[in-house]
């Protein structure tokens, strides 16, 4: 059973660029959430998706958008890069019912120059 | 903003010996939940254990356990018999309608 996915493993942007990250959930699982976790920090929570809406948003602006698919897959996308964006983002996934862990995938490091 | 706070920012331990690691949280929500998280240095975040805050008896997960005061709002987590594969960041996390609020973690070094 695989486990939570993300590609790519390490990206790497200039400012003002935009950058699109893939995660594909655990089998069995249909909410998504997407973390940012900056060097030497705590996860911070970005949003959650579920039946293909955002269900919950962190204190994040507007730039970070995402999307989720009908296979439960989901995106996150970022634009107009600030140095700021730099670090790695955490996707996890979790079935329904809450007050379940989410499982984490191994994280996408972005690297913004 | 609803926190938690993680106030040793690094820990030590002799191999076998049993270390513990504090968290304090704030949360105005009657029904939530608790968790460590550990994130080794290949920085894949693992559950180590879960807390239901209705339920008044501590979760024991093999040499971990956890001290949970829910009316001190604290979330401590015990390790006994550590072993170097414990070394890792250790999150404290609290799971609510607004979802998981991350402490800062707390690195456990193993001493051999």
């Known amino acids: 059973d695989a486990g939570v996915t993300q590609s790519p493993t390490h990206l790497i942007k200039t400012r003002g660029q935009q950058v699109t990250l893939r995660c594909s959930p655990k089998?069995?699982?249909?909410?998504v959430s997407w973390y940012q976790q900056a060097l030497g920090q705590g996860p911070q929570f970005i949003f959650q998706?579920?039946?293909?809406?955002?269900?919950q948003r962190g204190n994040f602006p507007d730039r970070f958008s995402g999307h989720q698919f009908p296979n439960y897959s989901s995106e996150l996308n970022v634009n107009a890069l600030l140095l700021g964006d730099s670090a790695l983002y955490l996707c996890?996934?979790?079935?329904?019912?809450?007050?379940?862990?989410?499982?984490f995938g191994p994280g996408t490091r972005l690297t913004v120059l | 903003a609803q926190t938690v706070t993680q106030s040793q920012p690094e820990m030590s331990v002799q191999e076998a010996e049993t270390v513990t690691l504090s968290c304090t949280y704030d949360?105005?929500?009657?029904?939530?939940?608790l968790f460590w998280y550990k994130q080794p240095p290949s920085r894949q975040m693992i559950l180590v254990i879960r807390?239901?805050?209705?339920?008044?008896q501590n979760a024991t997960e093999n040499r971990f356990s956890v001290n949970f005061q829910k009316a001190a709002k604290s979330f401590s987590l015990k390790i006994s018999d550590s072993q170097l594969g414990d070394a890792a960041m250790y999150f404290c996390?609290?799971?609510?309608?607004?979802?998981?609020?991350f402490g800062k973690g707390t690195h456990l070094i193993i001493q051999p």
């Open positions: 089998s069995g699982h249909d909410t």
């Open positions: 996890a996934s979790s079935p329904t019912v809450r007050g379940n862990e989410q499982f």
């Open positions: 949360t105005s929500e009657s029904d939530y939940y």
């Open positions: 807390q239901e805050a209705y339920k008044q």
């Open positions: 998706y579920y039946e293909e809406e955002e269900r």
């Open positions: 996390t609290r799971g609510g309608a607004d979802g998981l609020t």
